[in-house]
């Protein structure tokens, strides 16, 4: 099957996606890889001394090494506003996003949930644009998309991405988790090497602990759909 993962940020397809990525790759299926901004707003530019533009190519050269790295089928970056798509008329990316997805006609696509699992607003209007285009695409016929997955975290009641005296974010109940990816040994490897092509990232993705959160399983929400019991990979269906 055609696999599209559509993120704002370079780095999104790598923290955590990236041990998917490889396992669905290494079960034979197409996997490629949209990306809506270079990622050059991030303050780590500020500790290397680059403007905004200087260091999305930076970024671009470090996904570079990603596809490489993990054997995508494809791999598209954009260049809008990183930390900036809230700003923008939402049918500009809708139309860019949909124009996309017809000339690749994936079996599947997969992006963040609602809570964008960091709440950060990229991340949401990334949710949002998706989901509607998704569903325009549908209600045209487009009978080659089968299923909407989020990639996300199960909520477990602890505290997470918030500061002192903030509310909680809430990510995804186990009665939204469809999908629970087992991953092994070649797959969590694949993660760290796709972490380990930003090397301007290094100091943020070692404080993340991302590899040890993640360990070893990730899990999938299925837009409009109630996989009880779960199943254990995204393009498997009924």
């Known amino acids: 099957m055609k696999i599209l993962y559509i993120f704002p940020h370079p780095d999104d397809e790598s ?8 396992s669905q790759l290494s079960q034979g299926h197409e996997v490629h890889l949209l990306t ?7 303050r780590q530019r500020h500790k290397l001394g680059l403007s905004v533009s200087e260091m999305g190519e930076v970024r671009y050269k470090e996904m570079l090494d990603v596809e490489k790295t993990l054997g ?37 696509i997969v992006t963040y949930p609602v809570h964008g699992i960091s709440g950060f607003h990229d991340h949401l209007v990334t949710h949002a644009v998706v989901k509607r285009v998704y569903l325009e695409l549908k209600d045209e016929g487009a009978s080659y998309l089968k299923r909407l997955a989020f990639v996300t975290v199960p909520d477990d009641g602890s505290p997470s991405w ?21 991953l092994n040994d070649d797959d ?47 393009t498997q269906f009924e």
């Open 162 to 182: 918030s500061g002192k005296g903030l509310p909680r974010l809430k990510l995804s109940g186990e009665e939204l988790i469809d999908c629970i990816i087992n």
């Open 72 to 108: 995508l089928n494809s791999m598209t970056v954009l260049d809008y506003p990183d930390s900036g798509l809230q700003e923008m008329d939402p049918r500009e990316l809708e139309n860019t996003i949909k124009d996309f997805i017809k000339k690749m006609t994936p079996d599947v």
């Open 188 to 234: 969590v490897n694949a993660l760290k090497d796709a972490l380990a092509c930003y090397a301007t990232y290094k100091e943020t993705i070692e404080e993340s602990g991302v590899v040890e959160t993640i360990g070893d399983k990730l899990y999938f929400e299925f837009f409009q759909e109630d996989c009880k019991p779960v199943v254990d990979s995204i």
């Open 36 to 42: 809506l901004t270079r990622g050059g707003a991030t």
């Open 15 to 22: 923290f955590g996606p990236a041990a998917a990525i490889h």
